[in-house]
């Protein structure tokens, strides 16, 4: 008898089928351009900042939706691909995101986070008014599939989820990054809000809110500086 399920049913990181290696054989790039390759990157990425003041201007659709799919492409546990990207323009639920985000914000720095981390945050500017969320032209969010959820209800469990999720939006603000965005990376605590805003099903947790867009004009960012490479590589 033939198989008759819809293919969103029996989704499978191999399409269902056993296991069945391929081969892969890129192009080897040669040393020298390698390095080329290397320092070139390492001085863009150098050039990241963390933007809290976004100027309204719109971004092309396209850009965003090649950035989410670089993030996609991002290795996973048992290549399950955790995730779900939830591109959000419109700009009364921005709104109600940020009024949700600014009350949990507000009770955080009104005591929820203790002093120590109250403390560390005061160097860098921070506060529970969040303007980022409606000044940048769109939001990201993030979501971990905790499990995978048929419509018929089936589950199947998703193995090293938080790490999965945790690379793709490291790839995600690369990406960003280097199409010429800036973009911040907000995880209010809790975050249940933004699955019930977003009408997400019940095996999404948020991880991330990343709103994006052009720095303002009149942008300022923490005058901070980065670890050496020294402090951060142990070489054996």
């Known amino acids: 008898m033939s198989d008759t399920t819809p293919e969103h049913r029996r989704w499978s990181p191999t399409h269902g089928e056993p296991y069945r290696p391929t081969p892969y054989r890129p192009v080897r790039v040669p040393p020298e351009e390698s390095l080329a390759r290397a320092a070139r990157l390492r001085q863009r990425m150098d050039e990241r900042r963390t933007v ?15 950035a989410i799919a670089c993030a996609a492409t991002a290795p996973s546990g048992a290549h399950q691909q955790p995730w779900t990207f939830v591109l959000v323009k419109d700009p009364e639920v921005r709104r109600r995101i940020r009024e949700a985000a600014e009350h949990e914000e507000e009770l955080s720095y009104d005591g929820r986070l203790g ?13 529970a008014v969040k303007a980022h969320m409606t000044d940048a032209p769109a939001l990201i969010v ?17 193995y090293y989820v938080d790490e999965s999720v945790g690379i793709a939006v490291g790839m995600l603000l690369s990406a960003l990054h280097l ?3 800036a973009a911040l990376v907000h995880t209010p605590s809790p975050m249940r809000f933004l699955g019930e805003v977003l009408g997400r099903p019940s095996n999404e947790k948020a991880f991330a809110v990343i709103p994006v867009g052009h720095p303002a004009d009149d942008c300022e960012v923490p005058d901070l500086v980065r670890k050496s490479l020294d402090q951060v590589l142990v070489e054996v």
């Open 52 to 66: 809290r003041a976004f100027s309204p201007d719109p971004v092309p659709d396209q850009v965003l939706r090649d």
């Open 115 to 127: 002093e120590e981390w109250l403390a560390a945050l005061r160097p860098l500017g921070t506060d």
């Open 142 to 158: 993030v979501f971990q599939q905790r499990h995978w959820l048929g419509e018929d209800g089936t589950k199947r469990k998703h």
């Open 179 to 181: 199409s010429g965005l």
